[in-house]
């Protein structure tokens, strides 16, 4: 404790609250850490001057906090404990949400913003509250943009967060990391304007539209007669709009027409009609809280059968008509994205339609074509990045999860044998939320494993698979929940530098483009 507050005299002694943009950046250089002695240590990277104001993030043992420290009295907004020492003001703020608010005001950058105008942006997502420095010492060596924040409804059930502790999260790390180009924030599978509004207030500029609910599946399986018969049950301006745009029309794409019969026009009318509209309703909404300022992603891609071009087609023609501001669109590709291990099946057929609804997304509005569950699809990024010509959004989420359980299976094999017992046990419940085919019956005998091969448990596809969906039965594990946050924060650096190599690898197959320098040795603002 003491120690800490020795340091900080010394700093403010020596005038670095005072100090300018070039004089830090000097000291950043070095390194994130700044090991002060013992348990002592300063986020190098976070060191920011304002008014004649230092702000730092530091932590004494496992207790990390953002402190303002100063010759002159501080700006009195920050909630926390304040220490007077000879000469220097002092103030330990907490984590907390309303802080995060506070440091948003003083720093802009620490505040997720809209993408909408960057080609290439990732979604990263962070179960635990602790992956951002990984995620962004990989994105600042690409031409991407980060959305470190990203939670479905689900996790945030599952984790037992919520909207503004999220976003504080990823606030106070990005400050930590003093990384400054600009993140998203992702309302994830969001369905009702009441969700929207609670992700909204939590300053979440990304908002992706589920419509599940608000689709119609059942037509996709009537036969004509049927069809048609439910067609005239539409409003006569709806069906003239529908015969005269689509019934019978061919449409060229990269190669390949789409004609739609007549039939299959009226189908798509009665699967969709109903959330188009929604769509347009969602829209007005954001504009209306948000101006410009909001990245609204359209979600199709959790229905049973994928998302046919013909229908992809159709929903883009009339979300454009509906003038709904599309950001990003995630069809249901051919074959199967199942949660942390690549791409199951022909990759030949996945790349012919791949193209096309690239080739759609480019005629009408130029959206991002939007792949969820993408995280370690390996052998189909090469094409995936081909077509989009990198506009794209890719989400990742539990992937970063599995790196952190990698790093338990490396520092703490016996928290790991627990682990992977207890996830067993919790594996029919998450089972149920989740598309997978684990089978748990290949999966060896953790308690006959070295503790050298732990680690091959992560890489193999069964066990890996258990491990990233059975998070929430893990994580409200009491026994397993203390264990696990501990060594994650006694091996924080391992834990940062597995999460950067792994997006890393996502980005450079997918062949965005690597900025010649890397990272931090080039200044960030180059925009
Ligand atoms: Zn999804």
Request: charged share 25%; with cysteine.
């Amino acid at each position: 404790m003491e120690h800490m507050e020795n340091i900080v005299r010394l700093l403010v002694s020596s005038g670095l609250d005072k100090a300018d943009r070039n004089q830090l950046d000097v000291l950043k250089r070095e390194g994130p850490l700044w090991i002060a002695g013992g348990e002592t240590r300063i986020y190098r990277r976070s060191l920011q001057v304002r008014d004649s104001v230092l702000y730092f993030v530091a932590s004494e043992g496992t207790e990390k906090r953002l402190y303002l420290a100063s010759a002159r009295p501080l700006p009195r907004m920050f909630q926390g404990p304040t220490v007077q020492l000879e000469g220097v003001h002092l103030l330990k703020a907490e984590l907390s949400t309303e802080n995060a608010g506070h440091l948003h005001e003083v720093f802009p950058f620490t505040a997720p913003v809209s993408l909408r105008d960057k080609k290439t942006t990732i979604g990263c997502g962070d179960r635990l509250g602790l992956a951002t420095p990984g995620h962004v010492r990989a994105a600042v060596k690409y031409d991407v943009y980060p959305v470190l924040a990203q939670q479905s409804i689900r996790e945030l059930i599952l984790t037992r967060r919520d909207y503004p502790g999220v976003v504080a999260d990823a606030t106070f790390l990005v400050f930590q990391e003093g990384y400054d180009r600009g993140y998203g924030a992702d309302g994830d599978h969001l369905k009702t304007i009441k969700d929207i509004d609670v992700a909204l207030a939590a300053r979440m500029p990304m908002i992706t539209l589920d419509l599940t609910e608000v689709m119609s599946p059942e037509p996709a399986t009537w036969d004509g007669n049927r069809i048609s018969v439910e067609f005239g049950k539409l409003d006569e301006s709806t069906r003239q709009h529908v015969r005269d745009e689509y019934a019978g029309r061919t449409f060229a794409f990269a190669g390949a027409t789409i004609t739609f019969t007549p039939s299959e026009a009226e189908r798509c009318a009665l699967m969709y009609g109903r959330a188009l509209d929604f769509s347009r309703d969602v829209d007005r909404h954001l504009k209306e809280k948000r101006g410009d300022g909001y990245d609204l992603e359209i979600s199709i891609d959790e229905t049973t059968a994928p998302t046919l071009p013909a229908h992809h087609l159709f929903i883009a023609a009339e979300l454009a008509r509906r003038g709904v501001a599309v950001n990003s669109l995630a069809p249901r590709f051919v074959g199967e994205f199942q949660k942390g291990i690549d791409y199951i099946g022909d990759t030949v057929e996945f790349e012919r339609q791949f193209e096309v609804h690239c080739a759609i997304a480019r005629r009408y509005g130029g959206y991002k074509v939007s792949i969820h569950s993408g995280s370690d699809k390996f052998s189909v990024y090469p094409a995936i990045g081909r077509h989009t010509g990198m506009r794209l959004h890719l989400k990742t989420a539990g992937t970063s999860w599995l790196e952190a359980v990698r790093v338990i299976a490396r520092t703490n094999p016996a928290l790991f044998r627990e682990m992977l017992g207890k996830a067993f046990a919790s594996f029919e419940e998450a089972a149920k939320l989740y598309h997978v085919t684990t089978n748990l019956a290949a999966i060896p005998d953790v308690q006959a494993c070295a503790d050298s091969d732990l680690e091959r448990f992560m890489d193999a596809k069964d066990s890996r698979q258990l491990l990233h969906i059975t998070y929430g039965g893990l994580l409200n594990d009491l026994e397993l929940r203390g264990a696990f946050f501990q060594t994650l924060a006694r091996n924080e650096e391992a834990h940062y530098l597995a999460v950067e190599k792994h997006m890393e690898k996502h980005l450079r197959l997918l062949g965005v483009r690597e900025y010649p320098f890397g990272g931090y040795a080039v200044p960030t603002r180059t925009e």
